[in-house]
Structures are given as C-alpha cells and as structure tokens.
C-alpha cells in the first residue's frame, strides 16, 4: 500500500525536508526566537517523526507529547503560526513535492491549529446546557448552528484521528486506491471517483449521526442502494482495508468500529449517487419548503408547511422508524437545515427539574443540542441538530439523519424521572 510517506522518500527524506524547514525557520525574524534554545537534534527526530506520520507512515511510530502542552507555554500566536505554515509549505514546494499534495499536508497541519496557538479556553462547551439556568432561546427560528460551530460538530466526528478530517481524506484516498488495485473488489468503486469519494466525506460528514460508541459493534451494513450492492464477501473485503489502513495510521483499535461506519455510511451514498439516474442530491438554490416536503413524504412521513422556511413532519405510522415529530428549519443565507423536537413540559415543573432532564439527555445522546425553549405562555424540551447545505443536500442521507434525530430524541424521555413532559409540541 503506497502512501505519501513512501512517495516521497521514506524517513531519509523526511529527514532532508524537516532540516531544510528548520533553516528556513531559524532565518525568520517573525518566529526564529523559537528555537533559539532548543536541542535541534531532538527536535528534528520530533518533527520527523510527526511529518512521517502525516503522510502516512504507521502512527506507532509517533510518540511525541501532546500538542497543547508541547506548544501553549510558547504562547504562539495567529501571524506565528500563519509563518510556519508558509515556510513548510516552502520546503515542500522546493523538494519537489506537488501541489494537491502539499494542500493534503497542510489540511492536516491546519486541523491541529488549535491545539498549538495559545488561546483562551472556551467558557461553555458546545452542546451542553447553561449550569446555572434554564436556556431560552424564544422563537423557533434563532436555533441552529453557525458554520463554525458545525465544523466543530465534524471534528467531534473524526477527532481519534490525529488530523482530523484532512487526514480522513488522505485515508480514504488509500482505500481508494487499494481497493482499485484487486482485480476482484475493484467494481466496488465502478464509476466512482476518488475525488467524489473524498468531496462527499467532506461536504456531508454532518449527515451521518454519531452514535454511542457501544453501537458501532453490531457489524457493518451496506446502505447503498439495492440495485449497486455487491455481495457480502467483497463488502467484508473492503471493510477489512479500511481497518487496516486505519490501524496503520494510528487510530487505537477500539475506535476503529465508529470510524469505519462514518466513512463507509458515506461511501455507500456515494456510489448511490454515481450509479444511479435519478437525482440524489438536492441543489442548495434548489432547496425551499416545498422541496423539503417532497423529499420527506418520499421518506413515508406526512409533512406540513408552517412558514417559508419551517416544515413539519410526522410519521403517518404509530410506532413507525420516526417515533417522534420534527420540525426543519430552513436558514438559507447561511445554508444550514436545522432539525428541531419539541415537547411542551408541564406549568409546574421547576428549573431544576428541566435542568436535570437536560444534562441526562445531553449526556446519553451528546450529538444533539438540548435546551429549554418557551413562548408567551408554555416551556417547551428541546434538542436541535444542524446541516450544512451549501454544496447540496443527499436525500437519502438527510430521511435517514431525521429518522435516527427522531429517535434518539424520543428516547431520551426515558430520563424525564420527574414526568414534567406533557406532549408533543405542534
């Protein structure tokens, strides 16, 4: 299995490039102060090491400390870390190193921006609950993510992966070509290419639901469709590279199940959408409320339009695969779909109650946003989930993210011990 790592040389040349880089970086008047009163020796083997790593050289090999703690007492900032980027991007364009590659490489390198500047720690995470009170966030329409913090929902994704999802591409792009490269599994990827592959792990990484690690040992299932399914042994086959191709990159072995179904939930959608005539992607200009409903009853689900960008959607089946009704928030000057469940809680139920019932349910389902909501005269259970939609939507995958939101959100009334919810908010 050919790897960057071994296009370009091996350790000796890792090597060459890491001293070449450490000149240019010594020589530079915004960071040379650096490595004024480092053992450069020690710190060439570091990043020889990390480089290797990077372009795909087994990850056991790697040992350095963590990033934050390596780094943070540097106080490295921004413009500090903008200047390294541009000299490593220097040296590999002077080695010979060719552009899409060098943009694979400091994809990765970007990925761990945040754990090397020196900057203050954010003062609530990202989809927990305020600890002192009861959130509102008043009408409907103000939920949702920003694009920012949704790439930080995909990163949550990926994150055993040092690298993130960069170096996501980078194995996919392996698997790609290993697959390819067995005359008995390469119709696995007919009329698929790379680069699909690669953009749709991208683009629609939001459209599959992280799960509790538990339920990723049940095996893997193809979900492509039907008519492209090929049969269990080749399936079972390519599942086996990708561990593999994992493994070697350093992932432990215990997250190697939640991995393989991420990427390969995307795979099967992309080669849907490859081998199939009939349109599977919704086009961002293209989506509206009508279209949503469209695409929902598709899905067997009964749908209502609240407003221009509101749908309503229910199971037209008691005990049907959406347990629970939901809404989808269309926010299309920033291109995010936003899906949202409600139910309305009880006059009575104090601020501790909800509070309990929120962190319960953020702990057992820590995909979604909980928060509690509330209008002129009633409080409402919430939780939230967002999709980006600037390069489309895949239908398949958004009927499928629904129905597991649906779920989940259903399930997590398990937790409401006080019985302050009442039902379902319409």
Do not use: W
């Not at 081998?275 to 209502?304: H, M, P, R």
């Amino acid at each position: 299995m050919h790897t960057l790592f071994d296009k370009y040389g091996g350790t000796e040349t890792m090597r060459g490039l890491v001293r070449e880089f450490y000149k240019y970086a010594r020589a530079s008047p915004k960071v040379g102060h650096f490595f004024k009163k480092l053992n450069m020796e020690k710190l060439i083997d570091h990043q020889v090491q990390f480089l290797s790593f990077i372009l795909g050289k087994p990850a056991r090999t790697y040992k350095g400390r963590e990033l934050a703690d390596a780094h943070h007492p540097l106080n490295i900032s921004d413009e500090d870390f903008d200047e390294i980027g541009r000299l490593l991007r220097k040296t590999l364009a002077a080695a010979g190193v060719t552009k899409e590659d060098i943009s694979l490489i400091m994809g990765v390198v970007m990925e761990v921006r945040g754990e090397i500047i020196n900057q203050p720690a954010q003062t609530q995470a990202l989809f927990s609950p305020a600890p002192n009170a009861v959130p509102t966030l008043g009408k409907i329409e103000q939920v949702g993510l920003t694009k920012k913090e949704i790439n930080q929902q995909e990163k949550r994704i990926f994150k055993p992966v040092f690298g993130g999802l960069p170096k996501i591409k980078m194995i996919v792009r392996d698997l790609y070509s290993e697959v390819n490269s067995q005359a008995d599994l390469r119709h696995y990827f007919l009329n698929v290419t790379p680069e699909k592959i690669i953009s749709d792990q991208e683009h629609f990484a939001s459209y599959v639901l992280r799960k509790a690690d538990h339920s990723y040992l049940g095996g893997y299932l193809q979900s492509s469709d039907l008519s492209i399914q090929v049969g269990a042994a080749i399936f079972n086959e390519v599942i086996d590279i990708l561990r593999k191709i994992l493994l070697d990159a350093g992932l432990p072995e215990q997250d190697t199940p939640r991995l393989i179904t991420h990427i390969m939930e995307i795979i099967e959608e992309t080669r849907t959408q490859c081998n199939d005539n009939k349109i599977t992607v919704l086009k961002a200009v293209d989506v509206s409320a009508e279209t949503l409903c469209q695409l929902y009853q598709k899905g067997k689900l009964d749908t209502i339009i609240k407003g221009p960008d509101l749908v309503y959607a229910c199971s037209s089946l008691k005990g049907g695969p959406f347990p629970f009704p939901f809404f989808t928030q269309i926010d299309t000057e920033h291109q995010v779909l936003t899906l949202i469940a409600k139910a309305e809680v009880r006059e009575n139920a104090t601020s501790e109650e909800m509070q309990q019932l929120l962190k319960e349910a953020a702990r057992y389902a820590p995909m979604l946003n909980f928060y509690a909501d509330a209008d002129d005269t009633t409080s409402f259970y919430a939780a939230s989930y967002s999709l980006p939609f600037e390069f489309g939507v895949p239908n398949r995958l958004l009927v499928r993210i629904a129905q597991q939101f649906s779920k989940k959100f259903y399930e997590t009334f398990t937790y409401d011990a006080e019985k302050i919810l009442l039902k379902v908010a319409l």
